[in-house]
């Protein structure tokens, strides 16, 4: 199965992917952890990310393709994938199928969370006082939900005219959202 879950931030898609990771045997592939990840190291290119991602603003296409490109290379995608964060604006999704094809992996399934906006800032809030992300300030939350309706909002209908897109209400507890996902994806 390669999967790639689509939604705004907070409708739940890192959440989501933890859990399906297991229940699929799978790996998760998260751009946001991967940057996450290079920040932490401090490595040259988590100190060109940190800034742009506290901001709320999306790091460059040409950095994050060649950070999925040396993780979709690793052994452990042979039997799929489930990636979360990627792609993000209309360049990553045309970069997206270009890759695949080129590693003969096309994707099975794009599932898309939808989530209104009052719940998702709910929701940031409430990992703000839990986890303190550095991006979960509001002002940051702000600039990720204009950049989704701008940049990433348009990826939908890249998908759905592909055929390959499915929409899932992703209201609920997180059982419930995970048990619709699972239902929705292809056998
Ligand atoms: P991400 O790490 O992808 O952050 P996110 O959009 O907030 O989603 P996330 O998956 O973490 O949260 P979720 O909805 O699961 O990106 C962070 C930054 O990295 C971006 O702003 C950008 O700068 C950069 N970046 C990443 N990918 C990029 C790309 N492709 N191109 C350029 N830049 C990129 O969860 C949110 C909260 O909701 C959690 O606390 C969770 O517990 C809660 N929640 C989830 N489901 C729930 C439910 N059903 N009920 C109650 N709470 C729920």
Sequence with gaps: MRLVLLGPPGSGK???AARLKETLSIPHISTGDLLRAEVAAGTPLGLQAKEVMARGDL???EILLGMLESRLGQA????????DGYPRNLAQAAALDSLLAKIGQPLDAVVQLDVGTDLLVERIAGR???EG???????SVRKRL????D????????FADRGTLTRVDGVG????????ITTALPR
Excluded at 133 to 139: A, M
Excluded at 151 to 158: E, F, H, M, N, R
Excluded at 173 to 180: A, F, H, I, K, Y
């Design 14 to 16: 890192g959440t989501q």
């Design 59 to 61: 790091v460059s296409d």
């Design 76 to 83: 452990d995608v042979a039997n799929g994938f489930i990636l």
């Design 128 to 130: 703000a006082k839990a």
């Design 133 to 139: 992300r550095e991006d979960d300030n509001p002002e």
């Design 146 to 149: 204009q950049v989704y309706n």
């Design 151 to 158: 940049s990433t909002a348009p990826v939908i209908g890249y």
């Design 173 to 180: 507890s997180l059982e419930e959202v995970l048990g619709r």
